[in-house]
């Protein structure tokens, strides 16, 4: 097919190449604009950006898609279809419209459930017990639209990272297999019951509550893993959480119970069993102990 490919981050960069393997033509990759980041706050192009153009694809990154003249230029490509993977701007109804079979977005939740950013990390927040992605023909309204395949998987356990990367490997397998007889998914309009709002992530939710449960520490853990990174505060300085335990304890919420970093919980207690301090590696509990004696009763915030 005629394709052209809108996506952004690491998780559409596994779909783009797999839409390249099966032969289909990619006639050019829509992408958000380059942003500054690093210490240094270069100019720096997304993830698919860089794959597409390292396939010889064109790259066009319009700062939005309301512009008449991006639009002529996108139904100038004169495409079978659009194929959508965290893309990360709103396609008008024009857009929509413009390829001969629509748009098709992988989205990383099992719909109705959890339309919006940040699908992964608020499943993992919530304790969902199991997550999947959804091929949906694209409609006006977040998330809205109906769909055509969908596969599942369990969430126990998994990071974000880990999350999404299967969701992507799974989510370019679905739609390739759409792409090969679309006629045989017909699009299934979705639940009109148990919509939830997956909001874009505040870096300030990654600060470890010890207010709550134990349980839901972990999972913040979890699901800030590998950004932004759940962390704590000691003496002015963050420290990354990147994998941790739920155990049993009990003591004042934010304070050590032991010599070994266990933090006590409102309910139950937190052991980190990685962790990473600024312009570190990371490194076990054990190695960071050696050389920053975090004692019993300390408090953490």
Same mark, same amino acid.
């Given at each position: ?71 002529? +230029?996108?139904? &100038?490509?004169? =495409?079978?279809?659009? @194929?959508? #993977? ?9 857009? *929509? ?113 010890? +207010?709550?449960? &134990?349980?839901? =520490?972990?999972?913040? @853990?979890? #699901? ?9 505060? *000691? ?5 990354r959480v990147l994998a941790a335990e739920v ?15 266990t933090i006590a919980c ?36």
């Amino acid at each position: 097919m005629r394709i052209i490919f809108m996506g952004t981050p690491d998780f559409a960069v596994l779909i783009l190449q797999a839409l390249v393997d099966a032969g289909h033509d990619v006639v050019a990759a829509y992408s958000q604009p380059p942003r500054r980041a690093g210490r240094g706050k270069a100019l720096t192009s997304s993830p698919v950006h860089r794959l597409a153009e390292s396939l010889g694809i064109e790259v066009r990154t319009p700062e939005r898609l309301r512009h008449p003249v991006v639009q002529a +230029d996108f139904a &100038a490509l004169d =495409a079978d279809v659009a @194929v959508v #993977a965290a893309y990360g701007l709103l396609l008008p109804q024009v857009v *929509l419209d413009a390829p001969r079979l629509g748009c098709l977005n992988v989205h990383g939740s099992l719909l109705p459930r959890w339309r919006g950013a940040a699908p992964i990390q608020r499943a993992i927040l919530a304790g969902d017990e199991e997550t999947g992605v959804g091929i949906m023909q694209m409609a006006a309204g977040m998330d809205t639209g109906p769909v055509r395949l969908e596969g599942r998987t369990p969430v126990a356990g998994k990071t974000a990272g880990e999350l999404a990367g299967e969701l992507s490997a799974m989510g370019a397998r679905l739609m390739l297999e759409v792409l090969a007889d679309p006629d045989a998914y017909p699009p299934v309009a979705q639940a009109s019951e148990g919509m939830t709002h997956a909001a874009k992530i505040d870096k300030a939710e990654a600060r470890l509550r010890f +207010d709550g449960s &134990a349980v839901q =520490a972990e999972r913040q @853990v979890r #699901a800030f893993n590998p950004a932004p990174g759940a962390f704590f505060e *000691l003496n002015g300085e963050r420290v990354r959480v990147l994998a941790a335990e739920v155990v049993d304890g009990a003591g004042t919420p934010g304070v050590t119970i032991d010599d070994a970093l266990t933090i006590a919980c409102a309910e139950g207690a937190l052991r980190p069993t990685l962790v990473q301090r600024a312009g570190r590696g990371a490194m076990t509990p054990r190695e960071l102990l050696r050389g920053f004696a975090i004692p019993a009763g300390t408090r953490v915030a």
